[in-house]
């Protein structure tokens, strides 16, 4: 068989692990966020592909299972680590020894050879699967989905840099995988450029949006179940709460706006979706103390599931994501899915994200001037703006992101592994 067939064959078996953060939490509070959204979506249909699928992740409660179905071809594995409760992914490093031991006598249940690759999500999981994969004999792929010295190079105003621990384990998990998957060009020139990784182990994976789920609808229907003024402007925001996404941003902008224009007076709202999350637990009441000072109307609505979350981005006039850090920017894509404009921060993953001029705003810095004067702008254009939002989302699919990931995955599997697959 030459090698041009042979890598045509798939790998049976792929070990994802996301030991921080479980796939079946919900996005958008604590923890969880986009990257909870990838495992989910690229597991599932990697298991469509005919990829099985096991996912490991710490135990946070007493009452979780050991093994759950996720979906058709992925299970969910919880390994109990230190306490169930309490635990912040800060706290795991001091885990790791019994996260991995966890993994290890999981696999050990299984013939030789179990599993083809392991691909790791975020460096806490790097570290896990850099020893599992010597262990094994099998390639290790690494997605890091944030970047220690990206952050701390982008922080916001009384934010706290990620430790050396982690820059340091981001070092040896980059100079260990067989090969790293970056989010967009940006996040691979990060990865040679800041940590030293080889290029030729770096392979560019976009990640993808449920068109199918994320589409556009009726903006009036979308209000009407929300409790939406129909006549409101909307401005959106999504995500986890935390000076990184900087949420305060569109409340400052959102001032001067009303203060440009009387006539948005009793009709510009803010609608602020998400929970609190990395040291956004350290002033719990800020953004809600901001708006009262600010005197602007603001929403604050707990993370939403798929279907409240599609009416939210459909029922929103404009969404804004000006954070300071973005490895590619899930909320924007989703809200492009649904015909509504982005107005982002020049960062990162949102460069990629959104089309500048076309789909939505690219923003320089995070001053109020500025992000007034592009919301206001973005407003006045929201029709065409929507039209080139919905196209360039429709450029993104889960089922192409994880194409890719086989690709990937097909790339550092040895002959003689994909034979013994075939």
């Known amino acids: 068989m030459t090698v041009g067939v042979l890598r045509s064959v798939r790998p049976r078996r792929v070990a994802v692990l996301s030991v921080h953060t479980s796939p079946l939490e919900q996005p958008g509070t604590g923890d969880a966020g986009g990257m909870n959204v990838y495992v989910v979506e690229t597991s599932k249909r990697l298991a469509q592909l005919g990829v099985e699928v096991e996912v490991f992740t710490r135990a946070t409660s007493s009452d979780l299972p050991p093994v759950c179905d996720l979906a058709p071809g992925v299970t969910v594995r919880h390994l109990t680590a230190g306490p169930f409760e309490g635990m912040s992914k800060e706290d795991l490093p001091s885990q790791l020894c019994a996260l991995t031991s966890g ?4 696999e050990a249940q299984h013939e030789a050879g179990y599993f083809d690759v392991v691909h790791s999500h975020y460096w806490l999981s790097g570290q896990v699967g850099w020893l599992a994969t010597e262990r094994w004999g099998v390639p290790l792929v690494h997605t890091a989905h944030t970047l220690a010295k990206v952050k701390n190079r982008a ?6 840099p990620e430790p050396l621990r982690r820059v340091v384990g981001e070092e040896q998990v980059i100079a260990a995988a067989d090969s790293l998957v970056a989010n967009t060009a940006q996040e691979a020139r990060d ?10 182990r770096v392979v560019t994976v976009a990640p993808g949006v449920d068109l199918e789920h994320f589409r556009p609808g009726e903006a009036s229907a979308a209000r009407t179940r929300l409790g939406v003024p129909p006549d409101a402007v909307l401005l959106l925001f999504v995500g986890r709460l935390q000076p990184l996404k900087a949420p305060d941003v569109l409340l400052h902008a959102a001032q001067r706006l009303l203060e440009q224009d009387p006539a948005l007076a009793g009709r510009l709202q803010v609608a602020v979706v998400g929970g609190l999350s990395g040291t956004g637990y350290d ?3 800020y953004l809600q103390d901001l708006a009262a000072k600010l005197d602007v109307t603001v929403r604050f609505e707990p993370p939403a599931g798929p279907d409240r979350l599609r009416d939210w ?26 015909g509504t404009p982005v107005v982002a ?15 939505g705003l690219l923003v320089d810095g995070h001053g109020t001037e500025a992000w007034a004067a592009a919301l206001r702008h973005g407003l006045e254009r929201r029709a065409e703006l929507s039209r ?23 790339d550092v599997l040895s002959p003689a592994t994909l034979a013994a697959t075939s």
């Open 103 to 106: 993994l290890l006598r999981v």
């Open 155 to 160: 922080l916001a105003e009384g934010d706290t």
């Open 191 to 200: 990865l040679v450029h800041l940590y030293g990784a080889d290029v030729e």
């Open 283 to 285: 002033h719990p009441t």
């Open 313 to 338: 981005y459909v029922a929103a006039d404009l969404v804004a994501v000006p954070s300071h850090n973005e490895s590619f920017g899930l909320v924007a894509l989703e809200a492009q899915a649904c």
């Open 345 to 359: 921060a020049r960062v990162g993953g949102l460069l990629t994200t959104v089309r500048d001029g076309a789909s």
């Open 388 to 410: 080139g939002a919905v196209a360039h989302a429709s450029h993104y699919s889960w089922g192409r992101t994880a194409q890719g990931l086989l690709g990937a995955y097909r």
